[in-house]
């Protein structure tokens, strides 16, 4: 069959390769792709004719036209990576028009869309989660705040109602950084309408594990949830943890430090309650769903719901996966995943994450890409491309950098440390110029 990706990062690139590796895959079409689903066995990027890459998915215009190439095409499964197509209902229109989409519809992909939606269904199915309240009125929080820190020690997390690309999550310290994020969110609309609600949250410690999963909840039925290997993201730019927020600098799947116990608490305290909910609110939710949790003496708290595979713990996962990825997303869809056998290899995967110069902030774009096959090939790494384009008008064609993260090196090993030594032999088998990365992934 052929099968369509929605993206164009590392993410998605990591889903069409593992597509791709399906006997029954012909083809994996990715809309819009990248440089490195340009290149990968069996894939292709669907044609600039189609329009803006960045409108596709996205607007009812955009979407309509995916809907027209897919049934031109014959594509017979499509699998959305980003949050945004979900937000904008990209499966509702799909599967309006009879064509089969892994995703959730728009209502249940509120779990991301709104946090005062996400944290009030974690209330009222009793998923353990950071205490919190929800807010519309900038008085209101403000007031919530100065009672917060009257009492505490700890910062206060404010969050954004909406989709905010990254930036609606603040840690403030103290009641002025409290005050002057409420203050910009909520009266000065910096973040447009994502900020005008907001949800004041207690501060937690400890360390964040990634857990990804299938999800096959269907209204009237009972649904499934089957967890896959645990992952973790690094968020800051700098080692250590260092340094400002990132889209994720490198990812490890598993986790060592989330022990057999935190893996039942997670099953008992947030899975289970989250089945149950999504159930209780006659949710069709088919597709994938990510628990960002925080774990401290292996108990876990949820964080946030993400309705859709991480980036780039995707990168770090899906390379130790001991099943058909394209089998999956069908068992998922057509309500047999519980049957489902989601077996992992062993071993470990460590996935640092290359970035462009500057990365965070303003960073160098079109840098050529070098890399060294024969070494690249002793260390058995895979590299997933995230923000590199294939330049086709260049004399032999070349990989150039087009975004802040620039690739994953994909690297697998019988432990943790053997993982992370070949990862960053790979790394050392690329260059671009002005190519940054951390050094301690996995070991933070
Ligand atoms: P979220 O989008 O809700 O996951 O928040 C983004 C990031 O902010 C998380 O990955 C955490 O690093 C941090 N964060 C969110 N909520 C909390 C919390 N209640 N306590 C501590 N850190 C948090
Ligand atoms: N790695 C976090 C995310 O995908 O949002």
Redesign the pocket.
Known sequence: MKVLVIGSGGREHAMAWNLAQSANVETVWAAPGNGGTATEAKCKNTPASLGDPSALAVTEAGQDVLIGFVQREGIALTVVGPELPLAEGIVDRFRAEGLAIVGPGKEAARLEASKVFSKSFMRKYGVRA?GSENFTNPAEALSYAKKYFDGKQAPL?I?ADGLAAGKG?V?AADLAEAESCLSSFMKDGSLGAAGSSVVL????EGK?VSVLAAVSVQPGGKGVIKPFVSARDH?RRFDGGQGPNTGGMGSIAPVPDFTPIAQKDFETAILRPTLRGMEAEGMDYRGFIFF?L?VKDDRCSL??YNVRLGDPETQAVLPLADFDFAGLCSAILDGTLAAFPLNWKPGAVCAPVAVADGYPGSYRKGDPITLNEAALAKTGARIFIAGARLDEAAAVPVLRSSGGRVLAASAWGADADQAWTKAYEALGALSFAGMAYRKDIGRE
């Open positions: 950071a997390v969050k999550v840690i949250e207690e501060f937690l964040e968020k960002g925080m964080l946030e």
